[in-house]
């Protein structure tokens, strides 16, 4: 296992999760690592991305202002912090990796990873 996420788990809307992820093997070398989620009958969609060597980070619109992704240097993990969480993030959320350091465009589409997590349940429900 390349990558492994947790912390999902089931909050109530206006709540806040952290998930993280935890690299091994050659993707503790990635470059850029990123967040998807996949919702309910829909393709999986990106929410946001960090590029380690500079710590340059994108977002979708759905996460700015409410999501932030950081390095965890202790820890070596990517966190992704979920504040001010809706129903419609509900999703199964996936922690992506590659060795290449992406461009901001490039940063959202899946293809340019090359490691991905089994993912992790997140439910906002009251």
């Known amino acids: 296992v ?4 947790s912390g999902g788990g089931l909050v ?3 709540g806040f999760l ?3 992820c935890a690299a091994s093997g050659r993707a503790v070398s990635a470059q850029t690592m990123a967040w998807f989620r996949r919702v309910p009958g829909k393709e999986r969609e990106f929410v946001a991305a960090i590029r380690l060597p500079d710590n340059s980070r994108t977002y979708a619109d759905s996460a700015k202002g409410r999501f932030t992704i950081a390095k965890d240097i202790t820890r070596g993990t990517i966190n992704l912090q979920l504040n001010s969480l809706e129903p419609k993030d509900t999703a199964v959320y996936y922690c992506a990796a590659t060795l290449g350091g992406l461009i901001m465009s490039a940063r959202g589409m899946e293809n340019q990873y090359d490691y991905w997590g089994v993912g992790t349940q997140v439910t906002v429900s009251s």
């Open 2 to 5: 390349q990558l492994q996420a």
């Open 12 to 14: 109530q809307p206006g």
């Open 18 to 20: 952290k998930l993280s």
